[in-house]
């Protein structure tokens, strides 16, 4: 799916196979693309709009669980949790990070981060969300989820880390691949929506970007 406009879709919406949670503001600006995204996706996936700014960097996740940031207030996380698939469970990230997004990359099987988090908050993701653990311990890496995005058992990584690309494969064990999106822009994870029945991108991505 092809959006027209130019905007970092990824900032906004949080979407799994179970959920699609949107940003309020930005789902009242671009009531259209909402339209759009309730057509295309699946009847079963819950829309949910959320009062939260950044909303997919304070929450990230896969279809097990979401984790959520320390600064969401308890009123918002309740509404979060009972307008959420019946599967999915919520965790709380409870490190000196404030947005687990600016952290942490995860999909269906595999979380990966870069920086040193407490074993508590490894144990609860690799638990809840059902996941194997990269902790890439190298001090020229920041992972996130807009510059190491995970789809499918393979990562979509920014390639400003192409230097490092051999410590990648050995570190990783699975298929790479360097790319932009928005004809340029090396935080692939900003302007990308996957799931496993559809990817949403803006029109400006090229066809290189979107052959890899």
Not at 15 to 26: A, P
Not at 56 to 65: A, H, K, P, V
Not at 116 to 144: A, G
């Amino acid at each position: 799916l092809h959006l027209k406009k130019n905007i970092n879709i990824g900032l906004k919406v949080l979407l799994t196979d179970n959920s699609c949670l949107i940003e309020k503001s930005f789902a009242i600006k671009s009531s259209i693309l909402i339209r759009l995204f309730q057509k295309h996706l699946p009847k079963s996936l819950t829309f949910n709009l959320i009062d939260i700014p950044f909303l997919s960097s304070m929450i990230i996740g896969n279809n097990f669980t979401l984790i959520v940031s320390r600064l969401i207030n308890q009123q918002k996380i309740r509404y979060i949790q009972q307008t959420l698939h019946y599967s999915t469970k919520l965790v709380k990230f409870n490190e000196k990070y404030t947005n687990p997004g600016s952290v942490i990359s995860i999909a269906d099987g595999i979380a990966a981060f870069g920086c040193k988090l407490t074993s508590k908050t490894i144990q609860n993701i690799k638990s809840y969300s059902k996941t194997s653990i990269l902790w890439l311990r190298n001090n020229k890496l920041t992972i996130n989820k807009f510059n190491f995005l995970i789809h499918n058992f393979r990562f979509l990584i920014t390639p400003v880390y192409k230097e490092i690309r051999k410590v990648l494969i050995k570190s990783l064990s699975l298929p790479i691949f360097f790319s932009t999106i928005d004809n340029g822009n090396n935080l692939v994870g900003t302007g990308l929506l996957l799931n496993s029945s559809i990817c949403i991108l803006t029109s400006q991505t090229t066809k290189n970007e979107i052959t890899v």
